[in-house]
């Protein structure tokens, strides 16, 4: 199944990857405990998704970084 890389804050597809890199994507990111679930998502299908963050986000928080303490700051 591909893996699908999502912006956790406004839902943007970012891109994917047309293999199954689960185990590879794992194993490239050092989580802590916990962290996995926040950012990987596995669905009863099978897909996986990656949840990080897109370059327009990305410079909004770097002009306001008081959302960081926001899990979700785009309504």
Not at 14 to 20: K, M, R, S, V, Y
Not at 31 to 48: A, L, M, P, W
Not at 59 to 69: E, G, I, K, M, N
Request: glycine share 4%.
């Amino acid at each position: 199944m591909p893996v699908k890389y999502r912006c956790r804050h406004c839902e943007t597809e970012i891109g994917t990857l047309p293999f199954d890199a689960d185990d590879t994507i794992r194993k490239l990111h050092l989580f802590e405990v916990g962290e996995v679930d926040d950012y990987i998502e596995k669905n009863e299908r099978g897909d996986t998704t990656v949840h990080c963050i897109c370059e327009h986000c990305e410079d909004s928080l770097r002009q306001f970084p008081d959302y960081y303490a926001l899990k979700k700051w785009l309504q």
